[in-house]
Structures are given as C-alpha cells and as structure tokens.
Nanobody, 126 residues
C-alpha cells in the first residue's frame, strides 16, 4: 500500500506562488507515475499535471501550462507542484495520485490512479 500526504496549500494573492508537496510512505514510489488533480467547489476533479516514474516525462493541462511545474525526488519519496502566477480560478483542493501503470495510456484520467492523498486547499484571492 502507498500512503500519500499533500502539504503546502494555503492562501495567496493573484500572481503569487505556492509549492505543493506530496510525501509518500508505505513503499517507494520510484516505480510509480504520479499526478496532481484539483477540484473546485461544485465541480468535478480535473487533471493538472503528471510525471513519469523516472521523471523524464511531464504533462500539463492547458490551463496551467507555463505556470506550474511538476517534479519529483525519488530519493525523498516526494513529489512537488510549483505553482506560479496563480489566479483565482486556480482555487481548489489539490490532490496527488499515484499509479504503477497508465493502463489505457491516459495520464489525465483519474480512473488510472489507485492511490490518492487527502488533498490540500489552495485559495487564490483577487
């Protein structure tokens, strides 16, 4: 089993930055692909970014491309999401998720991920 715990959320003004962390425990996640999703109030959970197990492949939703950067440190069993130029529509609960395989090749689908964290709130004020 893999346990994921997000941290680093908070309140920030428009244009500000936050760095989210996702710490894994239970086993090494060096073999797992990892992603970040977010869910705004009253809306569905949507894909934000993903990174391959080795870190050599990264993927982003169009809405965050150029502003967010995903990374991982397998030695620390931790993944990160650096968020810059934050906007009010980035306000959401952010979740990290992990999977050994993208079975259907769709890294942006929440159904691909077996393990989830509890989420961390990010609030961006205008």
């Amino acid at each position: 089993q893999v346990q994921l715990v997000e941290s680093g959320g908070g309140w920030v003004q428009t244009g500000g930055s936050l760095r989210l962390s996702c710490a894994a425990s239970g086993r090494s996640v060096s073999a797992y692909h990892v992603a970040w999703f977010r869910q705004a109030p009253g809306k569905e959970r949507v894909f934000v970014s993903a990174i391959t197990h080795s870190g050599d492949g990264t993927y982003y939703a169009d809405s965050v491309k150029g502003r967010f950067t995903i990374s991982r440190d397998n030695a620390k069993n931790t993944m990160y999401l650096q968020m810059n130029s934050l906007r009010p529509d980035d306000t959401a609960v952010y979740y990290c998720a992990a999977t050994l395989f993208w079975y259907s090749g769709t890294y942006s689908s929440s159904r691909e991920y077996e393990y989830w964290g509890q989420g961390t709130q990010v609030t961006v004020s205008s």
